[in-house]
């Protein structure tokens, strides 16, 4: 089973007024915002949601390290990007997500769910 990205969407752009295309940093090395993925099956109906946070190395200084004190931060489901650019950004998840086959969606889903925070996670009935 293969996945394909369906939609892209951050409510943080959203807030700004601007685009994933339209988004330019006012200092090329200084952004940070959360989005979202809906991935589902490539031949198939659905779609789950994938969280990530797009983040300069500096605004993680500046808000993690200057802002909090904090000498240390987990990591996980963060793009670290050194300039923004929507077509590289989206590139980089398509890529692996494209690359990934599994045979059935709850596999797939914990490999995406590797890069970013997949709606479902630890989910038990």
């Known amino acids: ?13 959203t807030m700004l007024g601007k685009s994933f295309e339209e988004y330019k940093p006012k200092e090329k090395d200084l952004f940070g915002f959360n989005f979202s993925l809906e991935v589902g099956p490539l031949n198939g109906r659905g779609q789950e949601v994938f969280d990530f946070l797009v983040a300069s190395p500096r605004y993680l200084t500046e808000h993690y390290h200057h802002q909090s004190g904090k000498k240390a931060i987990f990591g996980r489901h963060i793009i670290i990007m050194f300039e923004y650019d929507f077509n590289e950004l989206y590139t980089l998840v398509n890529k692996y997500i494209e690359k990934l086959d ?12 590797r890069i970013g925070h997949w709606e479902f996670e630890d989910y038990q009935e």
């Open 1 to 13: 089973m293969k996945a394909v990205i369906k939609t892209m969407h951050s409510a943080d752009l």
């Open 102 to 113: 599994e045979p059935n969606w709850n596999d797939l889903a914990i490999k995406i769910g």
